[in-house]
């Protein structure tokens, strides 16, 4: 039978109050006795031990028990102390299915955007008629003529032109930032955390990674329970980009069987970024990039 932490606590402090119940007892049985009873019990008691007349009346001397109470108490340390030691809380077995990782077709998905184009810009307004009204001709006032003869005396001054400085060229526009390729098979997969201290070569660490990471998704994932009680029953497929630096992003549900059973695989797979420890991200030609990473989640009902 399997005994839980909470169980195993409970035990531990019934035991103790046990303990101090039998000692607050035995104390209450001892303080009842009267002087008149004692009296009568032990009329010829006499002692010449002062060790042994501590007390008035043996029947009531309470360092008698200090041998059996100390054994009691002896035991039931060892006791609780085996227990302990010899206890032992086993994890529940996490339910995969045979063909987790097998997905019926092939998916194609566009790759998620980084950089989305300005929009174009709006159409012009069509151009509005409107009718000009007819102005009044106002009369022109005469204009004033100056003399301008010019004689052998008068002297024309050359006023040199002006020279208006060029204006400064415009900034060159800023560089466009093409984003980075997004790979779907690369020479080296990403990996999920766990495995990269075991050994062995790359396609061993990749599918001990993939053991890792169908043990965490269906460790987390918790079944919805729309689906179950509706009986739904399927496979969820997830698409997600793993990033050099082993963060996740771009998570998004490419098949879906309803029920909420989409948004619960997209939660588990987005809580990777939680993890003490990160994805070993994909590398091509021995330099991390990013990869598109497809991940089946199936829903059976047990």
Same mark, same amino acid.
């Given at each position: 039978?399997?005994?839980?932490?909470?169980?195993?606590?409970?035990?531990?402090?019934?035991?103790?109050?046990?303990?101090?119940?039998?000692?607050?007892?035995?104390?209450?049985?001892?303080?009842?006795?009267?002087?008149?009873?004692?009296?009568?019990?032990?009329?010829?008691?006499?002692?010449?031990?002062?060790?042994?007349?501590?007390?008035?009346?043996?029947?009531?001397?309470?360092?008698?028990?200090?041998?059996?109470?100390?054994?009691?108490?002896?035991?039931?340390?060892?006791?609780?102390?085996?227990?302990?030691?010899?206890?032992?809380?086993?994890?529940?077995?996490?339910?995969?299915?045979?063909?987790?990782?097998?997905?019926?077709?092939?998916?194609?998905?566009?790759?998620?955007?980084? =950089?989305?184009? %300005? #929009? &174009? *810009? +709006? @159409? /012009?307004?069509?151009?509005?008629? !409107? $009718?000009?009204?007819?102005?009044?001709?106002?009369?022109?006032?005469?204009?004033?003529?100056?003399?301008?003869?010019?004689?052998?005396?008068?002297?024309?001054?050359?006023?040199?032109?002006?020279?208006? =400085?060029?204006? %400064? #060229? &415009? *900034? +060159? @526009? /800023?560089?466009?930032?093409?984003? !980075? $390729?997004?790979?779907?098979?690369?020479?080296?997969?990403?990996?999920?955390?766990?495995?990269?201290?075991?050994?062995?070569?790359?396609?061993?660490?990749?599918?001990?990674?993939?053991?890792?990471?169908?043990?965490?998704?269906?460790?987390?994932?918790?079944? /919805?329970?729309?689906?179950?009680?509706?009986?739904?029953?399927?496979?969820?497929?997830?698409?997600?980009?793993?990033?050099?630096?082993?963060?996740?992003?771009?998570?998004?549900?490419?098949?879906?069987?309803?029920?909420?059973?989409?948004?619960?695989?997209?939660?588990?797979?987005?809580?990777?970024?939680?993890?003490?420890?990160?994805?070993?991200?994909?590398?091509?030609?021995?330099?991390?990039?990013?990869?598109?990473?497809?991940?089946?989640?199936?829903?059976?009902?047990?």
């Amino acid at each position: 039978m399997e005994v839980t932490g909470t169980e195993l606590g409970l035990g531990i402090l019934f035991i103790i109050f046990l303990v101090a119940g039998v000692i607050i007892g035995l104390k209450f049985r001892l303080k009842s006795k009267s002087a008149a009873d004692l009296r009568g019990e032990h009329p010829d008691y006499d002692t010449k031990a002062p060790l042994s007349g501590r007390v008035k009346y043996p029947s009531v001397d309470g360092f008698r028990f200090s041998g059996p109470l100390w054994l009691l108490g002896l035991a039931v340390a060892l006791g609780v102390t085996l227990i302990t030691i010899s206890w032992t809380q086993y994890e529940k077995p996490v339910y995969i299915p045979d063909d987790a990782m097998l997905v019926d077709e092939t998916i194609e998905i566009e790759p998620p955007r980084t =950089a989305e184009p %300005p #929009p &174009p *810009p +709006p @159409p /012009p307004p069509p151009p509005v008629i !409107e $009718e000009v009204p007819e102005e009044e001709i106002l009369e022109e006032e005469q204009p004033v003529f100056m003399d301008q003869t010019v004689t052998e005396e008068s002297v024309v001054e050359e006023k040199a032109p002006e020279v208006k =400085a060029p204006p %400064p #060229p &415009p *900034p +060159p @526009p /800023p560089p466009k930032e093409e984003p !980075e $390729e997004i790979f779907k098979v690369v020479e080296q997969m990403p990996r999920f955390p766990g495995c990269e201290n075991a050994g062995g070569s790359n396609e061993e660490k990749y599918q001990c990674a993939q053991a890792k990471l169908l043990e965490y998704v269906y460790k987390n994932v918790k079944y /919805p329970a729309i689906a179950r009680e509706n009986g739904i029953q399927g496979r969820v497929v997830v698409q997600f980009v793993v990033e050099k630096d082993g963060k996740i992003t771009d998570a998004q549900v490419v098949r879906d069987i309803g029920a909420g059973c989409g948004e619960e695989a997209l939660r588990v797979v987005n809580s990777m970024n939680s993890m003490n420890e990160k994805w070993t991200p994909g590398k091509q030609r021995g330099k991390p990039v990013r990869v598109q990473f497809t991940l089946p989640v199936s829903f059976k009902l047990q």
